[in-house]
Every structure is written in structure tokens, then in C-alpha cells.
């Protein structure tokens, strides 16, 4: 098996369980100060980025 065949499936699964976490601290923070909720927006909106570009990374690795 391949890096990419493994990366796939576990990105995909990955950035499904963090859409999930992210929703359910969301509602959450809705009821926090707006500055409050722009900060967790922000960050969290991008920070799953890091992680795929580690696993992109390594699954483009020879």
C-alpha cells in the first residue's frame, strides 16, 4: 500500500471528525463576545491546514 492510498482515507477522516469537533465547540462559542467568536473562527478555520500540509508532505515522500 502506497502513502498516498493510506493519506487519502485518513486526511478525509480526519478533516470529517475535525468539521465535527469544530460544530459541536461552536455552538459553544455562539454565545461568547463577538470578538470571541471572530478569534475562534479564525483560527480554527484554518488551522486544520497544518496538519494536511504534514500529511501531504509525507505522502508525497519518496
Given at each position: 500500500m502506497t502513502?498516498?492510498?493510506i493519506a487519502v482515507p485518513l486526511g478525509l477522516l480526519g478533516f470529517a471528525a475535525y468539521i465535527v469537533a469544530v460544530?459541536?465547540?461552536a455552538d459553544w462559542v455562539l454565545g461568547?463576545?463577538?470578538v470571541v467568536?471572530?478569534?475562534f473562527f479564525?483560527?480554527?478555520?484554518v488551522a486544520w491546514a497544518w496538519p494536511a500540509h504534514k500529511l501531504i508532505l509525507w505522502a508525497a515522500h519518496k
Open positions: 502513502r498516498v492510498q460544530m459541536n465547540l461568547l463576545h463577538l467568536q471572530l478569534l479564525a483560527v480554527l478555520g
